[in-house]
């Protein structure tokens, strides 16, 4: 049960990873050109204050009628 994220300074690439079982989540929020910011949780996230806040309406239509979100959807529109 991991989830994990490993930078290279060589090839300039971040790497994110969980393991096979899925049970620990990796969520992201990638700004194009400035950063990536991700944690196991949500809320790491909203305290970071470039991630938005947009809610995801779709997202919680599927939620609502299936009980989760399919990946790589979160409750949150630009969070994976």
């Given at each position: 049960m991991f989830a994990l994220g490993i930078w290279d300074e060589t090839r300039r690439e971040l790497v994110l990873a969980r393991g096979p079982h899925g049970k620990k989540p990796l969520f992201y929020h990638h700004d194009p050109g400035k950063q990536v910011v991700f944690a196991s949780t949500l809320?790491?996230?909203?305290?970071?204050?470039?991630?938005?806040?947009?809610?995801n309406v779709s997202g919680i239509y599927d939620y609502v009628r299936r009980g989760f979100f399919h990946a790589p959807e979160s409750i949150l529109q630009e969070v994976r």
């Open positions: 809320s790491p996230l909203l305290d970071w204050p470039t991630v938005p806040r947009t809610l």
